[in-house]
């Protein structure tokens, strides 16, 4: 056999022992690569001063060069993924629609109508996840077409839970900005908040804001006006999920102003399940239902204690469990920030509008991201918090240091930040040592020492 | 200032024009800036103050100890070196090493008179590396027509000059380094072949031994074939190793020669290392990566790991690569430049020493440090493909076991842990191609295993 055909051989015997058979499986128990992510366009409105898809500011003219493929070619290619797991009996339980922004365009409705059908056609209730920086909700027909989809879904049972990336009005002024030269105060505006929580009251749809070097000196003040306005629309005050941005250009008073804001976020957060729990309950009652999220909180103890969540896989976030498309050109990368041509993992053969095999481009890479473990890496391997770390974005690594598995020592600081600070907050309510004991050894001798180190 | 503490060696650009074409190298010839950079480079050697400055920045006064000169074929600039070694041994009062690898296509005396050229306030290793890679249908094929027997010669008339130079104070080594391609490999196993390549490299060896009247060259008799790296190895390369390792260990065991020793030392060598150091592995990780970006670095305009990326920066190169597709592995490097991998390693690799701060300098390390003093994620990456090519077939069904799993992944990533190549061809310094681990996963490392452990 040929090196080709033999890399060829090895990539389906790796696919097929992971997504292929999770797919053919959606409701065995411990499915884990059940997630199919399909990545439409890198154009968007805004140029987020984090965002590395953007076209302005980040690396988007390198991760999906705009323009490359037309919405007819787009949909197209939804057609011939979702015929050739239809084909397979292939089932991903959920399918995530990225991009850009998916809902400021009436073309990407068209193919998460798809996605939707894909699922009533199978007649799977599968859950379609769109986030969305939500700028579509200034135009009544888009509302109206998502709101169709969300219903049609619905009445089949298929969920199409829409994710709100916004920052808040503090933060968005400063992280957010429309690519067009307009009033900012006027773009962001209070009628546009109130539109945007009264679409997810509506629609059940979560927050993730994103905790970023830039906007971190205004994010108390953001935090707030973010619970004003769940309490203005009757949302539950954790319906947030916040996520520090894992780019280089943390510095030392940023890290330090991170640690301030985690502070106080993580004594708001006791006092609001205060006023609902007797004080001499709280404190172990705090421990057990949030920081170890439980059905009380709705699982969310709003992204707060990530770190010290013990997960299945290498990695936090979704890297390894989700098989991600690129529908320009139906190539499979790592994930939608290593989808950079020099990473590509494989594609997918098109013959007559059918898929009809594989091809491995960088395997070798692909394999890598699919079967690493971060607490393994280069300079994590003997960092004393690793047990205790949600670890870095493979993404941003490979932008900033230019290896996807090497740190970024800016971030690495902001994850003992986040550390420390947990650690006084247990400590300041007397809990440490119960904390301690609900951790396995690993975590637990992390903990201690680190403990130990801050007292010296 | 001195930007780096840990750099013993330089790797210098000494050479950017060859007069050979050989099939299996990553230069392409046919372009005009090698030609124009080769001029440059002669330039700065007489100016002998563009290369000291580039030292000078770099490493301690006292720390430099070897000087390399790499490139492409360094015996084209070596007369113009005399005054740079003059100013060298001044600037740098340790060093007292120089090593340079050669086609032997120049005169031999090019060589030679170098060495008797050199300071004679210092007593250097001059360490020559032959490029000679077999019998002529071995040699001609790589390195062009008409080349076997004036390369000979000049490897003996070069052993003869540096006999007669007087009052030689410094130390002379020369080992042959044959590079063979896949196919020549396999070709070797057929008829006599193989005992004709020892005996090829013994009837030279003679010869040199003759020619070393005063025995002022120390001469190593390691003849064995070393392969194209990298290149698209399949299953059946491992097994094709596997049988030449134990067609050369039986050769070896029936003492034909009267010099070559026919052994493949070389792999045996990787495993005695690990048993006997593999405690240090995950603690002194740097013990068993080469010394690029770590004890060495490259040095042209720009700091880099080794000689291996002397190329790498310039566009016109790289157009040059894209047309010249008749060299081994080529393909592979027109994807590496198209994918934008070779982009990467431009962007990661490399600063430029005019300009250049500590905090460059710093940022340079930190991505180099990552490489020589981590090993868990290498050999961990290793493991599962290994895993993963054992399930179907690619490996030998032994190394479905973990502990075998994992002696091939350490054997592998130290026989082939060149962070350029593997960034250059992955995508991560981190990840060896795993064509290495079908090459010893078929066979190799289980006859290797044995002969370690019959010792």
Redesign the interface.
């Given at each position: 056999m040929s090196y080709e055909g033999e890399n060829k051989e090895l990539l389906k015997s790796v696919l097929e022992g992971t997504f292929f058979d999770d797919f053919k499986n959606p409701d065995r128990e411990g499915n884990l690569f059940g997630t199919l992510e399909i990545q439409l366009t890198s154009q968007c409105n805004l140029k987020c001063s984090y965002c590395y898809y953007s076209n302005v500011v980040g690396h988007g003219k390198e991760l999906n060069k705009p323009g490359v493929a037309t919405w007819d070619q787009l949909g197209k290619n939804t057609d011939i993924l979702f015929n050739w797991l239809k084909e397979n009996n292939y089932i991903p339980k959920t399918i995530d629609i990225f991009s850009g922004d998916s809902l400021i365009f009436k073309q990407s409705h068209d193919i998460i109508r798809k996605a939707v059908q894909f699922y009533i056609d199978i007649g799977y209730k599968g859950s379609v996840v769109v986030p969305s920086n939500m700028s579509f909700i200034r135009d009544p027909e888009l509302v109206k077409s998502i709101e169709d989809i969300i219903a049609l879904g619905a009445e089949h049972g298929v969920s199409v839970p829409i994710s709100a990336s916004i920052d808040g009005k503090f933060a968005d002024k400063i992280t957010r900005l429309p690519v067009k030269n307009v009033d900012i105060d006027e773009y962001y505006s209070d009628e546009f908040y109130d539109d945007v929580f009264a679409f997810c009251k509506r629609n059940h749809a979560g927050f993730h804001p994103m905790i970023s070097s830039e906007n971190i000196h205004v994010w108390k003040d953001n935090f707030v006006w973010f619970q004003s306005m769940f309490e203005k629309y009757d949302l539950a005050w954790n319906n947030v999920y916040l996520l520090e941005v894992r780019n280089e250009g943390w510095t030392k008073e940023t890290i330090k102003q991170y640690g301030e804001f985690m502070s106080w976020t993580l004594n708001f957060t006791y006092n609001m399940i205060g006023n609902s729990v007797l004080p001499s309950n709280l404190p172990k009652y705090y421990v057990d239902n949030f920081v170890f999220s439980s059905e009380d909180y709705r699982g969310s103890s709003m992204n707060l204690f990530n770190n010290i969540s013990i997960i299945g896989r290498g990695i936090g976030c979704s890297l390894q469990t989700t098989l991600f498309v690129k529908m320009s050109d139906l190539t499979c990368n790592s994930c939608h920030r290593l989808s950079y041509d020099a990473l590509n993992g494989f594609k997918f053969v098109v013959k007559d509008d059918k898929i009809i095999d594989i091809e491995p481009l960088n395997i070798t890479f692909y394999m890598a991201t699919l079967t690493f473990e971060h607490k393994a890496l280069p300079y994590c391997e003997n960092c004393l918090i690793k047990h205790l770390c949600s670890g870095g974005c493979p993404g941003a690594q490979f932008e900033s240091v230019g290896d996807a598995f090497t740190p970024i020592p800016s971030v690495c600081l902001l994850q003992h930040m986040k550390l420390k600070t947990q650690v006084e907050f247990f400590k300041r309510l007397g809990v440490f040592n119960y904390v301690v004991s609900k951790l396995n050894s690993e975590l637990a001798l992390t903990m201690i020492e680190v403990e130990r180190m801050s007292n010296e | 200032m001195n930007l780096t503490t840990t750099g013993v060696a330089a790797e210098i650009f000494a050479a950017s024009w060859c007069n050979l074409d050989c099939a299996y190298c990553s230069i392409p010839k046919h372009n005009q800036m090698i030609k124009d950079k080769h001029q440059e480079i002669i330039r700065d050697i007489i100016a002998v103050t563009p290369i000291i400055n580039r030292l000078r920045k770099l490493y301690e006064k006292d720390q430099l100890v070897t000087i390399s000169h790499w490139g492409s074929e360094p015996t084209l600039t070596l007369q113009y070196f005399d005054d740079f070694y003059v100013e060298a041994v001044k600037e740098f009062p340790n060093l007292n090493s120089i090593q340079l690898s050669s086609n032997f296509m120049t005169r031999p005396g090019i060589i030679s008179k170098f060495i008797s050229n050199l300071p004679l306030d210092r007593e250097f290793t001059i360490d020559v590396q032959m490029s000679l890679d077999g019998e002529s249908w071995v040699t001609e094929v790589n390195r062009g027509e008409g080349t076997t027997i004036p390369i000979q010669n000049n490897i003996v008339q070069f052993i003869r000059d540096v006999n007669a130079i007087k009052d030689l104070k410094h130390e002379v080594k020369v080992h042959f380094k044959p590079t063979m391609s896949k196919d020549q490999y396999e070709s070797l196993l057929t008829g006599d072949k193989l005992e004709d390549h020892y005996r090829f490299f013994d009837q030279l060896l003679i010869r040199m031994y003759d020619a070393n009247i005063d025995r002022k060259v120390s001469i190593s008799n390691d003849c064995d074939p070393t392969l194209v790296c990298p290149d698209?190895?399949?299953?059946?390369d491992g097994q094709v190793l596997s049988e030449f390792y134990k067609a050369v260990n039986e050769l070896g065991s029936r003492n034909l020669y009267k010099y070559a020793v026919p052994s493949f030392s070389t792999y045996y060598g990787t495993i005695d290392r690990v048993m006997k150091y593999g405690n240090e592995l995950?603690t002194k990780s740097r013990m068993f990566t080469c010394s690029a970006g770590d004890t060495q670095f490259g040095i042209s305009e720009y700091v880099q790991p080794c000689h291996d990326t002397f190329y790498t920066p310039y566009d016109e190169v790289q157009d040059a690569i894209r047309n010249d597709l008749g060299r081994i592995n080529s393909s592979r490097e027109v994807d590496n430049l198209?994918?934008?991998?070779t982009?990467?390693t431009k962007?990661?690799?490399f600063v430029k020493i005019e300009g250049i701060t500590q905090q460059k300098m710093d940022k340079f390390q930190?991505?180099m440090r990552?490489?020589h003093?981590?090993?868990?994620?290498r050999v961990?990456?290793a493991v599962?493909?290994i895993f993963?090519?054992a399930?179907?077939g690619?490996v030998n069904p032994c190394y479905k076991n973990k502990d075998m799993a994992t002696l091939l992944a350490i054997f592998a990533t130290n026989r082939h842990s060149c962070l350029t190549r593997n960034?250059e061809?992955?995508?991560?310094?981190?990840?060896t191609?795993?064509?290495y681990f079908?090459l010893f996963g078929n066979g190799l490392l289980e006859q290797i295993i044995e002969k370690g452990l019959s010792k």
């Open positions: - | 698209k190895y399949t299953k059946r995950f198209d994918s934008g991998r982009k990467n962007r990661t690799m930190y991505f990552g490489f003093d981590f090993y868990k994620f961990s990456f599962s493909v993963a090519m399930k179907c690619q960034n061809y992955t995508g991560s310094m981190h990840l191609d795993p064509a079908k």
